[in-house]
């Protein structure tokens, strides 16, 4: 059942789409779509569009762009929609007088299991730490990150060998979903809102801050299921690296493979057709998906049938 609730969306990246779009063809009342001003980007420095604003062009939705959230120009217009409730879904840190506005205040969609893995990447780091599953939560914005109260949560398990970019694109569609749920609840006057603090000390989950160029190097003297899932947790952007022949190389598919005699760790083996293998600490990372600086995404043999080392 549809919410007669006017809404707000706050989005960015592609990872908001999914959401926006499952609002726009169930028939929600979309007052404004609010996303990121245009970038400059690519070699010819052309503006771009993020794929939130994309869509919403597509659909032909009215569109704010604010350089500043706080610009008392935007603020007017946003009070001007009169909404019932705000959305977001990835977008960036909002003042108060932002999330408090609509009628209903405003509500977030978080790739995690609140409290767990507060912060921006929070799909990276539950694959970088090797969990086995991860999920969804709903909750109220308030001040500090990712605190507020939650809503509705759901499970989602991680594969064995699912890389980031995957587990995202499953993530996307379930985080649609949910949101859906929780709209319709606030719009029956019938949810739940539980402090995270129920949860426990906050002190004692993980957090999932931005990853950074550095968090992606490999450390050879790690184990095999240390790296694959630092691997895994990068894949396809930013990419964990390592060099060879002084360019970074990007290793976005792996395999492990047991180790007969000790090597010391960074070596690496290859056939020079078909595998390419480094030593870790207690086995062989077998590469099967590379990028290499100044070159494309490849497979490992089609790299290695045109490279020279």
Do not use: C
């Not at 499952?22 to 929600?28: M, T």
């Not at 794929?51 to 217009?77: E, R, T």
């Amino acid at each position: 059942m549809n919410s007669p609730l006017k809404l707000v969306f706050l989005g960015t990246p592609a990872f908001a789409v999914p959401s926006l779009d499952i609002l726009v063809k169930q028939g929600y009342p979309l007052a404004a779509v609010i996303t990121a001003p245009d970038k400059l980007a690519g070699r010819g420095l052309q503006l771009k569009q993020s794929p939130v604003k994309q869509y919403a062009l597509s659909q032909g939705l009215p569109i704010l762009q604010p350089m500043n959230l706080k610009d008392p120009a935007f603020l007017d217009a946003l009070r001007a929609l009169d909404a019932d409730l705000g959305v977001v879904v990835a977008f960036r840190m909002l003042p108060e007088v932002v999330w408090r506005m609509p009628l209903h205040g405003t509500v977030n969609l978080h790739a995690s299991l609140l409290p767990d893995y507060r912060g921006a990447a929070p799909i990276n780091w539950a694959i970088i730490n090797g969990e086995p599953g991860t999920g969804l939560t709903t909750f109220r914005l308030r001040h500090q990150v990712d605190t507020g109260n939650i809503m509705f949560q759901e499970k989602i398990p991680i594969g064995d060998q699912e890389t980031a970019g995957e587990l995202h694109d499953r993530m996307k569609i379930a985080g649609a979903h949910l949101l859906i749920k929780t709209i319709d609840a606030i719009g029956s006057g019938v949810y739940p809102e539980i402090p995270q603090d129920a949860w426990g000390n906050a002190s004692s989950f993980h957090q999932a801050p931005k990853i950074y160029r550095e968090n992606g190097e490999i450390h050879w003297n790690n184990p095999v299921v240390w790296i694959n899932n630092l691997i895994r947790g990068l894949s396809p952007h930013p990419g964990a690296w390592t060099l060879l022949d002084g360019k970074m190389l990007k290793l976005l598919r792996a395999n492990t493979e047991p180790m007969q005699e000790i090597t010391a760790p960074g070596s690496m083996v290859t056939d020079h057709h078909s595998f390419l293998k480094f030593a870790a600490a207690d086995g062989w990372i077998s590469v099967k998906e590379l990028l290499l600086e100044g070159h494309k995404k490849m497979d490992i043999a089609p790299f290695l049938k045109g490279y020279r080392f």
